[in-house]
């Protein structure tokens, strides 16, 4: 079964601060997605990574895709509160499957 | 392009009754997908049609479930004999074929209370 676990659960900032969030796994995955889902909504797509120990840049976040292509991590410079949201890391399925399959999430708020 | 779209946004119904939820995929897109997504948990996959073919479906869909993508555009999830843990937000989403699928677009979601 694969799982992607992610961390911290939970994060609480204030505006102006840096922070990483991760997302793990022991299987390779083709490609790795970031999403970020506000209460009552879907999740919006963020970003996809593809080759390992690829840096990809979204203004003030940039995702990384570990050389392995087992882990990702997400860093956010000088947060805002428009930042605050559920981030969702998401990895192909495996074996001919289309299916995506979904970390938990980290539940982040940025406070003013 | 307008987005993926789902009908109803919310629907409160009683255990034991029916349910249908409507998703309107990005018009080229010819993938449809439908996940759950349960309070403090991430979107778990349910099942995927390439246009009207349904190609795969998870063991969470029980046979109380059932999809249909009937002319390979719009999507319908039905679920019979509603119980209280098939509360949850049920999402669609849409991709094209050449992104390997894996660049998924999603809805804004049904939410599904079962009293």
């Known amino acids: 079964t694969q799982l992607l676990e992610q961390s911290p659960q939970f994060l609480s900032i204030q505006e102006g601060e840096n922070l990483t969030v991760y997302c793990n796994s022991s299987?390779?995955?083709?490609?790795l997605q970031w999403y970020r889902q506000e209460p009552g909504e879907g999740p919006v797509l963020l970003v996809t990574?593809?080759?390992?120990?690829e840096v990809k840049k979204l203004k003030r976040l940039t995702f990384q895709f570990g050389d392995a292509r087992k882990d990702s991590s997400l860093h956010i410079t000088a947060a805002q509160p428009g930042d605050t949201g559920l981030y969702l890391c998401?990895?192909?399925?495996?074996?001919?499957?289309?299916?995506?399959?979904f970390g938990k999430g980290t539940k982040l708020t940025v406070n003013p | 392009d307008t987005g993926v779209s789902q009908n109803p946004r919310h629907k409160i119904t009683k255990r034991g009754q029916n349910v249908t939820f409507r998703c309107d995929p990005i018009?080229?897109?010819?993938?449809l997908y439908w996940y759950r997504q349960t309070l403090g948990q991430g979107p778990e996959f349910l099942t995927y049609?390439?246009?009207?073919?349904?190609?795969?479906k998870s063991r969470l869909l029980s046979d109380r479930f059932s999809a249909e993508r009937p002319k390979g555009s719009f999507s319908t999830l039905e679920i019979q004999r509603t119980e209280q843990g098939d509360s949850a937000m049920y999402l669609c989403?849409?991709?094209?074929?050449?992104?390997?699928?894996?660049?998924?677009?999603f809805g804004p979601g049904t939410r599904l209370t079962v009293t």
């Open positions: 989403a849409s991709s094209e074929t050449g992104t390997g699928g894996y660049e998924q677009y």
């Open positions: 299987s390779v995955f083709s490609s």
């Open positions: 990574v593809v080759t390992g120990g």
């Open positions: 998401a990895g192909d399925g495996r074996g001919g499957s289309e299916k995506l399959v």
């Open positions: 018009s080229e897109h010819n993938r």
């Open positions: 049609f390439q246009n009207e073919a349904q190609l795969e």
